[in-house]
């Protein structure tokens, strides 16, 4: 008597490779294949149509599961509150879906008896190593299988077997871009994207209205903070993922949040990613000037340092590591007295602070004024200070002589003399 076939989960997104992979798990390894599909705030993501797909295209169970708030909540808001974002360009959102889909695809696989889980990574990207390093942190008996870094087909391939199996998939030859979307961002690569040369077509965006056409007046938002996290737009407290989804709208239709960025890939290479982020930019941008009240100066440096740390790990897939787990626990503890309000003005593709207040301030206008009245600062105190903060380099000037980097200038200048 034969033994059942071994079952795999698929991390199934309803695209081509992922579409592919289902046929592909089962007639090439023989696994019987679930699909677990994490709702994350893509569009299209309509649960039936993707269920629909997967068990066509021969999967044994489809799962679909609304990660939407958790997904904001415990991977976006707390990337935000770090001030994280990947070479000070990307919002990360791809790369903060992965360990969430990959906690849901150890769960799924545990409940559904299987041994293996699986995704559809190519070997050239950075999602690979996600997926491959968290499902071990997480569930190391899981075997993991990639087969679009294991067979030997590119897209146009792709598309030919999907035809020739009849499994509905979304893309064509004529339609060559591949496309992830959360909430929190909207990545595109490949096709006419791969020349860094190449202006991104506006097909690409679906998002973001054109800056060059949007509305030049632009709109004006307030968005309130409590211990740096985004709680309230214009007054009226929001749900996490309504928030993202309505500052995704705002931003969005007057032409804030592309980037195009030519980033340093985990695996060695460079790659032209266009995204779209208009919720993650304009939050970035408010906390981050927030920030700039309620911060001490020693921690809003230090921070600014970690921030790079805790993006490379997230970029990296290493959100379950002890790093980014201490990490947190210090962007937690700066996060203490960042509450209040900031007004942004959106338009154009451009994103303004157009006011800022916290409960807890550093600001004293008494002390930052330069008008006489009203003036606290003791401007004498300054001398005293000024001597003891050049101490040491005037003791280095006196002993070992004053280090110049440049030689005696001869510039060209202009005189005049008082008669």
């Not at 071990?136 to 030919?160: K, N, S, T, Y």
């Not at 960025?261 to 290479?269: A, D, K, P």
């Not at 959106?346 to 301030?361: D, I, K, Q, Y």
Request: glycine residues 8%.
């Amino acid at each position: 008597m034969s033994a059942p076939p071994r079952r795999c989960v698929l991390a199934y997104s309803g695209g081509l490779d992922t579409s592919v992979a289902v046929r592909w798990l089962t007639e090439e390894l023989g696994f019987e294949v679930v699909t677990l599909t994490a709702d994350l705030g893509g569009e299209g993501r309509d649960a039936a149509t993707i269920t629909d797909r997967a068990l066509k295209a021969g999967a044994v169970a489809a799962h679909v599961v609304d990660a939407r708030r958790v997904f904001v909540e415990h991977f976006a808001f707390p990337t935000l509150a770090a001030g994280a974002l990947y070479e000070g360009v990307y919002p990360l959102a791809t790369a903060l879906a992965r360990p969430l889909i990959a906690k849901l695809l150890v769960d799924v696989a545990r409940e559904e008896g299987a041994v293996a889980v699986a995704h559809g990574c190519t070997g050239k990207g950075n999602d690979q190593v996600r997926f491959d390093v968290a499902t071990a942190a997480l569930a190391p008996e899981l075997e993991v299988v990639a087969p679009v870094r294991d067979w030997h087909m590119g897209r146009p391939q792709e598309i030919a077997y999907a035809a020739a199996h009849g499994i509905e998939v979304p893309a064509t030859v004529d339609s060559p871009y591949s496309v992830d979307a959360n909430l929190w961002g909207r990545s595109v690569e490949c096709g006419p994207l791969e020349n860094p040369w190449t202006a991104p077509p506006e097909e690409v965006y679906e998002w973001t209205a054109d800056p060059a056409t949007a509305d030049a007046t632009g709109e004006e938002v307030a968005i309130s903070f409590e211990h740096g996290i985004p709680v309230s737009v214009d007054g009226e407290p929001l749900a996490a993922e309504e928030l993202v989804r309505r500052l995704n709208t705002l931003a969005g239709r007057n032409g804030v949040g592309r980037l195009d960025h030519v980033e340093n890939r985990l695996v060695g290479i460079k790659s032209r990613e266009v995204y779209e982020a208009p919720a993650a930019v304009i939050l970035h941008t408010a906390h981050a000037a927030l920030e700039t009240l309620a911060l001490p100066r020693d921690v809003a440096h230090l921070k600014l340092q970690l921030a790079a740390e805790w993006a490379r790990l997230v970029y990296d897939g290493l959100w379950f590591g002890a790093l980014r787990s201490a990490l947190a626990a210090f962007v937690l503890s700066t996060q203490e007295h960042v509450g209040g309000e900031v007004r942004v003005r959106c338009a154009r593709g451009l994103v303004s602070v157009t006011g800022r207040r916290a409960e807890h301030s550093l600001y004293s206008t008494a002390l930052a004024t330069y008008d006489r009245e009203g003036n606290v600062f003791d401007h004498t105190a300054a001398r005293g200070f000024i001597e003891l903060f050049g101490l040491s380099l005037r003791t280095q000037a006196r002993v070992q002589g004053a280090l110049e980097d440049l030689p005696p200038l001869s510039l060209p200048r202009q005189v005049r003399r008082a008669p």
